[in-house]
């Protein structure tokens, strides 16, 4: 099939809306937990139609290169990620120090500071085939077994 810009242009215009608004609303935390989702995949999906549209417009694209355009651009993009990362790095959300915390925890601790019943959750961990043998944390329960922190966490979690 051959690229065609009747196509791709609507495609990343409209990708670029919706991961753009997303992006605000995560940025302001309207309908948090909700917008999360669809900025993800949406990205994925934006930088597809991204890639398609550079191939379209190559030669449109080398034109900004010779201007110089292009370096200055780039360099200020990075140095913007750049500081964005560091800063994260240096001054966590709260809500990563708190899971942080609660997975490093021990796990009678864990438990009760996420309500959830110890041998319930233990019930539903064995059945999945996921020991709870020597672990002292939620984090160790999932380097024991060689699993998915994510699907300890899920099964932990999980209300009947």
């Not at 651009?73 to 240096?90: D, F, N, Q, T, Y």
């Amino acid at each position: 099939m051959k690229l065609n810009r009747n196509y791709v242009t609507p495609f990343i215009s409209l990708v670029f809306f919706v991961v753009g608004l997303s992006g605000l609303l995560m940025f302001f935390h309207l309908f948090d937990g909700y917008t999360e989702v669809v900025h993800e995949f949406l990205s994925v999906f934006f930088v597809v139609c991204a890639v398609f549209h550079i191939i379209l417009n190559w030669k449109g694209l080398r034109v900004h290169f010779k201007k110089g355009v292009f370096i200055p651009a780039l360099l200020g993009v990075l140095a913007i990620s750049v500081i964005l990362i560091i800063g994260e790095s240096m001054y966590p959300p709260v809500d990563t120090i708190i899971i942080n915390k609660i997975v490093k925890a021990p796990i009678d601790n864990a438990f009760k500071a996420l309500e959830v019943d110890y041998s319930e959750a233990v019930k539903r961990l064995e059945t999945n085939g996921i020991s709870i043998d020597g672990a002292t944390t939620i984090e160790s329960i999932w380097i024991n077994n060689n699993t998915d922190p994510e699907e300890v966490i899920d099964l932990i979690m999980e209300q009947k």
